[in-house]
Structures are given as C-alpha cells and as structure tokens.
Nanobody, 119 residues
Framework: QVQLVESGGGLVQAGGSLRLSCVVS????????MGWYRQAPGKQRELVAR???????DYGDSVKGRFTIARDNAKNTVYLQMNNLKPENTAVYYC?????????????WGQGTQVAVSS
C-alpha cells in the first residue's frame, strides 16, 4: 500500500518561511517523480514544484526564486522549502508521487497539509 504523509504546514506571517516534508512508503521512491501541488479555496489545484528521479526541477511561475524542492532518496522524503511567504500562498499543499510500473505510471496523493500566511 502506497502512503504519502505530509508534515510541516502551519500559520506563518508574511515574509516568513516553512519547510514541508513528505515521507513516501510502498514504492521505489528513487524512481518517482515527486511534486508539490496546492489548492486554495475556490481555486483549482496547481503545480508548485516537482523533481524527477534524476533531480531535474521545475516550479510554478509564482514561486520561482522563493521555493525550493529537494529529495532525499535515503529517507524516502521530498521537501519543499518555502521562503518569503505571501498571503496568496495560503492553501492546502499536497504531495504527489508519479511512480513508474511496467509501461504505465501510477499517481498517488497525500492527505494535504494546510499552510496559512497572515499579512
């Protein structure tokens, strides 16, 4: 059974920082493309950042230069370092794993962690 468990969310003032973590079990973590997505009330879920098995990264335009995604394959963990947070970053943040299997990919989600940024 695949599980993704996020942690690290909370309430922070604008300009502050948070680090989210996502521990994955039940897959070969090193082969996964890992991502962070977020969903604010009344909005669609959007990509925040992702990192491939080879370490290539890409980011949503609004977080470039402020957020950093990283992975530790030895710990089956992906991180999202969020600096200079803004009120518009308030959302539920979800960890995502794209896990290869034979000729297809499986898509897994965590339960989400709330990030709230006060002005």
């Amino acid at each position: 059974q695949v599980q993704l468990v996020e942690s690290g969310g909370g309430l922070v003032q604008a300009g502050g920082s948070l680090r989210l973590s996502c521990v994955v079990s039940g897959t070969i973590f090193s082969l996964n493309t890992m991502g962070w997505y977020r969903q604010a009330p009344g909005k669609q879920r959007e990509l925040v950042a992702r990192i491939t098995s080879g370490g290539s990264t890409d980011y949503g335009d609004s977080v470039k230069g402020r957020f950093t995604i990283a992975r530790d394959n030895a710990k089956n963990t992906v991180y999202l370092q969020m600096n200079n947070l803004k009120p518009e970053n308030t959302a539920v943040y979800y960890c995502n794993a794209l896990s290869p299997s034979a000729s297809t990919w499986f898509n897994y989600w965590g339960q989400g962690t709330q990030v709230a940024v006060s002005s």
